[in-house]
């Protein structure tokens, strides 16, 4: 054992030889707070605690580990050691927060460090929301919505430490309009002689992106199948849905009534028109005042190339010949050109009326007086 001058020296030693053989190599436990020990170092603490109860390491999943012996050293497992236990961020402590070695070689608690978990999320109304990792720590959730319907509030929340999500739930809300399609309506054209168009179009009907109810449709202008009268008009349909968003669609019906211009009456003359007198169809009637008689067309229609029909008439002074010589032949005249017999005296009580009247009636009874009348110029 060793060279002979060694020996005395080793002598002091031999009592405690079979002590070192017991002690067990150096080790160390991850989470205890032990660390690799020297060979005298655990020599010093095996001979401090001889025949004291010993605990078994303690090991935290998620946690660490601190303990204290109660006369010091680095073996911490010794009866009477006392741990402290504290979990990682994101776990919370199941159990004692200190564990004490007793003798039963027993630590007096069980722990166990659990990852923390938020409130469960509510479902929003006409939405919903995915998480990666339910509701525990670090677990991020995205909201989503149905279609019709836009996100309000925060679209991602995260699990925090504190057991609270990031951000306030969110909520699904309609803010979408209803969609709505007006018709497409054409310039339409009015029928001869008539100044109104009957215009119809089938009613458009509004749709709701989100739940496909609509409460209200607000018609602006005629309705269809009335009577448009010549111009623009404007016609708006409005549609509501539940949330009272609106949809508008706008669009218009043009009415053209085709005209040939108007006509004036003639100088001395009178004109009476149908309808609104220049329009496609209209009829202007001429005709002259007592002492002319007309010449031209006594009628004019305004016709589909948008001209007037005929030519423009005028009242030139009527000419009665006087030197004919039978009655016949001057009544021929008044009734060729009977307007003679209206004079322009406005009352029965002027002296040329009454002796007009006289002078045609007596020759009207007695036609010989025709030529005494004409003879005398």
Same mark, same amino acid.
């Given at each position: !054992?060793? #060279?002979?001058?060694?020996?005395?020296?080793?002598?002091?030693?031999?009592?405690?030889? &079979?002590?070192?053989? /017991?002690?067990?190599?150096?080790?160390?436990?991850?989470?205890?707070?032990?660390?690799?020990?020297?060979?005298?170092?655990?020599?010093?603490?095996?001979?401090?605690?001889?025949?004291?109860?010993?605990?078994?390491?303690?090991?935290?999943?998620?946690?660490?580990?601190?303990?204290?012996?109660?006369?010091?050293?680095?073996? +911490?497992?010794?009866?009477?050691?006392?741990?402290?236990?504290?979990?990682?961020?994101?776990?919370?402590?199941?159990?004692?927060?200190?564990?004490?070695?007793?003798?039963?070689?027993?630590?007096?608690? +069980?722990?166990?460090?659990?990852?923390?978990?938020?409130?469960?999320?509510?479902?929003?109304?006409?939405?919903?929301?995915?998480?990666? @990792?339910?509701?525990?720590?670090?677990? /991020?959730?995205?909201?989503?919505? $149905?279609?019709?319907?836009? =996100?309000?509030?925060?679209?991602?929340?995260?699990?925090? @430490?504190?057991?609270?999500?990031?951000?306030?739930?969110?909520?699904?809300?309609?803010?979408?309009?209803?969609?709505?399609?007006? &018709? $497409?309506?054409?310039?339409?054209?009015?029928?001869?002689?008539?100044?109104?168009?009957?215009? $119809?179009?089938?009613?458009?009907?509004?749709?709701?992106? %989100?739940?496909?109810?609509?409460?209200?449709?607000?018609?602006?202008?005629?309705?269809?199948?009335?009577?448009?009268?010549?111009? @623009?008009?404007?016609?708006?349909?409005?549609?509501? @849905?539940?949330?009272?968003?609106?949809?508008?669609?706008?669009?218009?019906?043009?009415?053209?009534?085709?005209?040939?211009?108007?006509?004036?009456?003639?100088?001395?003359?009178?004109?009476?028109?149908?309808?609104?007198?220049?329009?496609?169809?209209?009829?202007?009637?001429?005709?002259?005042?007592?002492?002319?008689?007309?010449?031209? $067309? &006594?009628?004019?229609?305004?016709?589909?190339?948008?001209?007037? #029909?005929?030519?423009?008439?005028?009242?030139?002074? !009527?000419?009665?010949?006087?030197?004919?010589?039978?009655?016949?032949?001057?009544?021929?005249?008044?009734?060729?050109?009977? /307007?003679?017999?209206?004079?322009?005296?406005?009352? %029965?009580? *002027?002296?040329?009326?009454?002796?007009?009247?006289?002078? =045609?009636?007596?020759?009207?009874? *007695?036609?010989?007086?025709?030529?005494?009348?004409?003879?005398?110029?």
């Amino acid at each position: !054992m060793g #060279s002979p001058a060694l020996r005395p020296a080793l002598l002091p030693l031999l009592p405690l030889l &079979p002590l070192l053989l /017991r002690v067990p190599p150096s080790r160390g436990f991850p989470g205890s707070g032990d660390s690799p020990l020297e060979d005298d170092e655990v020599a010093y603490s095996h001979a401090r605690y001889k025949d004291t109860p010993w605990c078994s390491p303690i090991k935290v999943k998620y946690g660490d580990v601190y303990c204290r012996a109660p006369q010091g050293g680095y073996y +911490k497992t010794a009866l009477g050691t006392r741990c402290d236990i504290r979990c990682q961020k994101g776990y919370e402590l199941h159990g004692s927060s200190q564990l004490i070695c007793q003798s039963n070689r027993r630590w007096s608690d +069980k722990v166990i460090c659990k990852q923390k978990r938020c409130p469960t999320l509510a479902m929003p109304a006409n939405g919903g929301f995915k998480c990666v @990792d339910g509701a525990y720590f670090n677990s /991020r959730c995205e909201y989503y919505c $149905s279609p019709g319907y836009t =996100l309000k509030g925060e679209q991602t929340v995260t699990c925090m @430490d504190n057991k609270a999500w990031s951000g306030r739930p969110a909520s699904c809300v309609d803010i979408e309009p209803p969609r709505i399609k007006c &018709p $497409s309506v054409k310039e339409r054209i009015a029928e001869p002689n008539k100044l109104t168009v009957r215009v $119809s179009w089938e009613t458009p009907e509004g749709r709701d992106t %989100a739940d496909g109810i609509l409460t209200d449709v607000i018609l602006k202008g005629l309705p269809p199948g009335s009577h448009f009268p010549e111009g @623009d008009h404007k016609i708006q349909y409005t549609v509501y @849905d539940r949330a009272e968003n609106k949809g508008i669609c706008k669009f218009r019906v043009k009415v053209r009534v085709r005209r040939c211009g108007k006509l004036n009456a003639p100088e001395n003359g009178y004109m009476k028109c149908s309808s609104d007198g220049d329009n496609y169809g209209a009829t202007c009637e001429f005709s002259c005042i007592g002492g002319y008689e007309l010449q031209g $067309s &006594p009628a004019r229609v305004c016709q589909s190339n948008l001209a007037w #029909s005929g030519t423009e008439p005028t009242c030139a002074a !009527m000419n009665v010949n006087v030197g004919v010589r039978t009655a016949a032949a001057l009544l021929d005249q008044f009734y060729e050109k009977r /307007r003679l017999l209206i004079v322009s005296t406005p009352t %029965a009580r *002027n002296l040329l009326y009454r002796l007009q009247l006289g002078v =045609l009636q007596a020759v009207a009874e *007695n036609p010989t007086l025709l030529l005494q009348y004409g003879a005398s110029g």
